[in-house]
């Protein structure tokens, strides 16, 4: 498969390259700077990420290129840009005033096949600390900006080319272009990489490594794990065992819903009530992270005990998706773990079962598109994501029973009230979060100290940036209003304003 390889020295905007580079139905992975995989036929180009590092910082990540720059084409980055000048001889100083935010391209160099379909005066995105203040020789400029002479270069002889600005953001008005020039001028990628192609070749691939091996698939009743299940259902058939797992996490009347919702899917769909098992293990436990290690520990033991009733099950299957492996990768510097994720690092070694993640490669609305590609539900397709760890982690602090059922009716008001006010669709995540603190208030006559929730909803194409929901004002008002007089022990209600970065989605 034709693949352009992003090596990411840490940009935020890494995983925008990506998305940018996939729209234009080219397949691309991502990989850490000093963690270069084995460049293969298959990889037709490589771009650079740009860093939050100077290239002047003895701590600054150092790519060794040289096992690709002149063989194939290289496309640098802002800190990418600054990198291959820097070991080339030019000068890379730190900027007198920091380059950020909208700039005007004064100059284009049209003749150049990266640049072709750029006008001039167009914007760009500027985001550094360095500037580029001399080239080596070899090297010419593609495109400047008022401030910015060496905006763009391509070294001579070379399908190398680099841009100081950042064309995968949506400030940059013609940065699709740029990226499509390069993948299908420069790199002659074909674009095939579609939801037809995706499905064709998964359902291949599965059946290659499959075989006639029984597998069993936990499902969430959101579309990661549905999509999972219908792709292998189409490959393997009644080989397939669905395990549907009520870990006592889930929203108010999720479990019985979601079993409905499987009906007449032809899958085989087991639902296991294991809320005690969770229970216990999240007894006490406060830290994020442990409660996380912990859930992801207990489906484990659950899927290892529901295992033991299929036999010639080899295989574990799982929903896992290109943002839960990114983000639980970790280098030195850059694409530092933001949280661990319960489905991906692989399993135990006392665990018999392989892992097969059919959807690993793919991001959240990639997801969505293979769905409607094999006619899955559009009420399913448009489920809003849930994590893994369920309101474990929308509970701050400890987990008991009792908060989880304060926290169910609370996010059972919000989510029912989004869709009533014909929200829903226009919010990519929305739930509600229990804090570990109580607030003085009054009802009737009467002092009040009780419980606080925090509602978030989120705007996301495929939660690796996102945005807080402008909600209306009468319908928070709305909400807060049933909240505090349906959900005993609940007396306040906040709304979230922040964006993603610098916080996340999720509170833990």
Request: contains cysteine; proline residues 4%.
């Amino acid at each position: 498969m034709q693949t352009i390889l992003i090596l990411d020295h840490g940009s935020q905007y890494t995983q925008l390259i990506a998305r940018k580079i996939r729209e234009a139905n080219v397949y691309c992975e991502i990989h850490p700077y000093n963690k270069i995989p084995e460049i293969t036929e298959d990889v037709k180009g490589v771009i650079l990420s740009g860093s939050p590092y100077s290239v002047t910082d003895p701590e600054a990540p150092r790519t060794d290129i040289s096992g690709f720059k002149g063989k194939l084409p290289v496309l640098g980055i802002c800190y990418g840009a600054q990198y291959m000048v820097n070991i080339s001889g030019g000068n890379v100083e730190k900027s007198k005033i920091r380059e950020y935010g909208r700039a005007r391209l004064e100059k284009v160099d049209s003749s150049c096949i990266l640049m072709k379909g750029v006008e001039e005066n167009s914007q760009v995105w500027m985001s550094h600390g360095d500037t580029i203040l001399s080239l080596p020789e070899n090297f010419e400029i593609i495109c400047s900006t008022h401030d910015v002479k060496n905006a763009g270069y391509k070294i001579k002889g070379e399908e190398t080319y680099a841009i100081q600005f950042h064309p995968e953001v949506h400030h940059s008005e013609f940065g699709s272009q740029i990226l499509r020039n390069f993948v299908q001028e420069i790199c002659h990628c074909d674009c095939s990489w579609t939801p037809k192609s995706f499905v064709e070749t998964t359902i291949k691939d599965l059946r290659e490594k499959l075989g006639d091996d029984e597998v069993i698939l936990g499902l969430s009743g959101g579309v990661d794990s549905s999509v999972a299940a219908v792709l292998l259902n189409m490959a393997i058939g009644k080989n397939l065992h669905c395990i549907f797992v009520d870990n006592g996490l889930l929203r108010k009347n999720e479990f019985e819903d979601v079993l409905e919702s499987y009906k007449g899917m032809g899958l085989n769909v087991v639902g296991v009530n294991a809320r005690e098992d969770f229970y216990s293990v999240l007894a006490g436990v406060t830290d994020p992270e442990k409660k996380r290690k912990a859930i992801g520990a207990k489906f484990i033991d659950v899927f290892d005990r529901e295992s033991a009733k299929f036999s010639n099950a080899k295989w574990l299957a799982q929903g896992t998706i290109y943002p839960d492996v990114i983000e639980s990768s970790s280098v030195k510097g850059p694409s530092q773990t933001i949280k661990s994720h319960h489905n991906v690092g692989g399993l135990p070694d006392y665990m018999k079962l392989k892992v097969v993640e059919p959807l690993r490669l793919l991001f959240k609305d990639e997801v969505r598109r293979v769905g409607k590609e094999i006619g899955l539900k559009d009420e399913l397709i448009s489920r809003h994501p849930f994590p893994g760890p369920g309101l474990a982690i929308r509970i701050l602090g400890d987990v008991t029973e009792e908060k989880v059922k304060i926290l169910q009716e609370v996010d059972h008001i919000f989510i029912s009230g989004l869709r009533e006010y014909g929200l829903y669709n226009k919010v990519w995540q929305a739930g509600a979060i229990l804090l570990p603190i109580q607030s003085v208030g009054v009802m009737g006559d009467e002092r009040t100290y009780e419980r606080v929730v925090a509602l978030r909803a989120v705007e996301s194409v495929d939660g690796m940036t996102a945005d807080w929901c402008h909600l209306p004002y009468e319908f928070l008002a709305d909400i807060s209003n049933k909240i505090i007089n349906q959900v005993k022990g609940v007396n306040r209600v906040c709304y979230d304003i922040s964006s993603k970065p610098p916080a996340t989605i999720e509170w833990e």
